[in-house]
């Protein structure tokens, strides 16, 4: 549903950390051609920022993709270095909770 030549944000629900600061340094860096990751400590964290290109591209290939990751293999990334160590959140379990949120689910 995406509209042609429009970027597009890409968040996992299970990272509640993002917060406008990451989002605009990220849409400060954005080039068409391109996506942008966040990082902290050399470490790729979410989201993700495709470029209009690439949001084309996964328009007209998603059928014959295998997964979204090989996909991005293919492409070219833009790192956005961030302090932030939220955005390697990825919580799955009661344990990832409880270290982020310090209470019991």
Do not use: C
């Not at 080039?31 to 209009?52: F, I």
């Amino acid at each position: 549903k995406v509209k042609k030549d429009h970027g597009v944000i890409i968040q996992n629900i299970d990272n509640p950390f993002v917060t406008p600061d990451i989002i605009k340094g990220m849409i400060k860096m954005y080039r068409d051609d391109t996506y942008v990751v966040p990082q902290y400590q050399n470490m790729n964290g979410h989201p993700l920022l495709l470029g209009s290109q690439l949001v084309n591209a996964l328009k007209e290939t998603a059928h014959q993709l295998g997964d979204f990751k090989s996909f991005l293999k293919e492409k070219t990334p833009v790192f956005y270095k961030t302090y932030d160590a939220a955005i390697m959140a990825n919580i799955n379990s009661a344990d990832e909770y409880f270290k982020w949120f310090g209470k019991e689910i």
